[in-house]
């Protein structure tokens, strides 16, 4: 179906594709810090809720 030549051709192709997603991955990964999920540097950015102002215990909190 496909001349030896153009078989040829792909496989090179495909062999290239892979090599420069394995790189790019390389690279992205170590130019970037790790995640440190939920207890990273990013945690303190979490949006209050509206209408919190502060943590009271229910006992001192004023009757709605």
Do not use: K
């Amino acid at each position: 179906m496909f001349s030896p030549t153009e078989r040829r051709l792909a496989v090179a192709a495909l062999i290239l594709t892979i090599v420069v997603t394995v790189l790019g991955l390389t690279v992205g990964q170590s130019w970037s810090p790790p995640s440190l999920g939920p207890y990273g540097t990013d945690s303190h950015a979490v949006a209050s809720s509206p209408d919190i102002v502060d943590a009271r215990p229910i006992s001192s909190a004023p009757a709605v």
